[in-house]
């Protein structure tokens, strides 16, 4: 079984996917999928979707400059 954790700060979420539902219907979670990530992104609350997404601009922002770097 899959093991569900935050994908920032890898929290521990549910068992599988199938218990992220609770008695009153689907948790909400965040969730993101970016184009460059072969995978669904699952998060613990808005607070680590948000501190991901900084990161991930930022690692974003650090390639961009190597590869100008590298054209140069």
Do not use: M, W
Request: proline share 3%.
């Amino acid at each position: 079984k899959d093991v569900v954790r935050c994908s920032f700060c890898n929290k521990f979420l549910a068992i599988n996917y199938d218990d992220l539902d609770t008695n009153s219907g689907k948790l909400t979670v965040p969730e993101l999928t970016l184009p460059d990530v072969q995978e669904h992104l699952i998060f613990e609350d808005l607070d680590c979707l948000e501190k991901y997404i900084q990161k991930y601009k930022k690692e974003q922002d650090i390639l961009n400059k190597l590869k100008e770097i590298k054209r140069d």
